[in-house]
């Protein structure tokens, strides 16, 4: 009898992509939520719920609660690839088509523009999380429906309709009678 190694079992990582709470899901930190996730692989999995405002004051931005993991500092994602520094990093900070990791000088850009007219990102207040094999349960008992992601979806969209946009369609229940 041939085993498989455990890590073959393991499905492709889904960084990049929005995952999409169903009506199922009872948590109320995720209950109609659309994250992005950011990292997903053997240690787990790391996203931004991305239609979520925050309540915050006195900044000179909007802020959306990225999840209930506390985080210090801000994270930012824009859709402005002639913000992102060229350099010899090996670190790409497109995390889907057109969606960019902000850093701080894309946080500065952000401060100091007086018309935000025109200007794409999001800065996030704490983060979501899940362990290892933690999301893939979850996705097991249906909770999430996985779509692609993308810096149009995510700009274009109010915040408030993103969740309504992208979840899947429900199928009624079958009667039992």
């Known amino acids: 009898m041939v085993s498989l190694d455990h890590r073959s079992q393991r499905m492709a990582s889904l960084a990049g992509s929005f995952l999409i709470a169903r009506p199922v899901l009872k948590d109320p930190n995720f209950h109609q939520t659309v994250i992005l996730l950011l990292q997903h692989g053997e240690e787990g999995a790391f996203g931004l719920v991305v239609n979520r405002a925050a309540d915050v004051d006195n900044l000179p931005f909007p802020v959306f609660q990225g999840g209930p993991c506390s985080s210090e500092g801000f994270m930012m994602l824009h859709g402005h690839e002639d913000w992102v520094e060229k350099s010899a990093l090996p670190i790409d900070n497109q ?50 429906a996985i779509v692609p992601a993308s810096a149009d979806v995510l700009f274009e969209t109010p915040p408030e309709e993103l969740w309504q946009k992208l979840v899947p369609p429900s199928f009624p229940q079958p009667s039992v009678n």
Do not use: H, K, N, T
Request: hydrophobic share 35%; charged share 20%.
């Open 95 to 144: 995390v889907a088509p057109g969606l960019f990791l902000g850093d701080a000088e894309c946080f500065s850009r952000v401060s100091q523009q007086s018309e935000q007219e025109g200007l794409r990102y999001r800065i996030f207040a704490g983060y979501s999380g899940w362990g290892p094999d933690q999301l893939e349960g979850e996705m097991v008992g249906g909770a999430w």
